[in-house]
Nanobody
Framework: QVQLVESGGDLVEPGGSLRLSCAAS???????????IGWFRQAPGKEREGAAC????????YYSDSVKGRFTISRDNGKKTFYLQMNSLKAEDTAVYYC?????????????????????WGQGTQVTVSS
């Protein structure tokens, strides 16, 4: 069983920054570098969407159009922790953010176009962007 615990959610003003962390543990998690990782978010009244995901095999990284250029996903395999650095936050970034491992990246003929979660999810952390 893999456990994921997010932290770092907060209330921030538009234009501000936050860094979310996701600490992974569990007896089946021998090494984080064996898993693709991802950050998903769900705004009120909307479906959960993949915001940023990273492959563990070829280093491919996916960002949704709405966060591209502002968010950065990273990992520290030794600490079994991964991160989402969020800059230039906007009101529309307000959502519950979930980390996930063992996710799948979705490709078309031109490259990565999305990511999908599977079994391992964190409990979620609230990010509110408001003045």
């Amino acid at each position: 069983q893999v456990q994921l615990v997010e932290s770092g959610g907060d209330l921030v003003e538009p234009g501000g920054s936050l860094r979310l962390s996701c600490a992974a543990s569990g007896y089946t998690l021998d090494s984080l570098d064996n898993y693709a990782i991802g950050w998903f978010r769900q705004a009120p009244g909307k479906e959960r969407e993949g915001a940023a995901c990273n492959s563990n095999t070829d280093g491919t990284t996916y960002y949704s159009d709405s966060v591209k250029g502002r968010f950065t996903i990273s990992r520290d395999n030794g600490k079994k922790t991964f991160y989402l650095q969020m800059n230039s936050l906007k009101a529309e970034d307000t959502a519950v953010y979930y980390c996930a491992t063992d996710i799948s990246l979705v490709y078309n003929d031109y490259g990565v176009v999305g990511c999908l979660g599977d079994d391992y999810w964190g409990q979620g952390t609230q990010v509110t962007v408001s003045s």
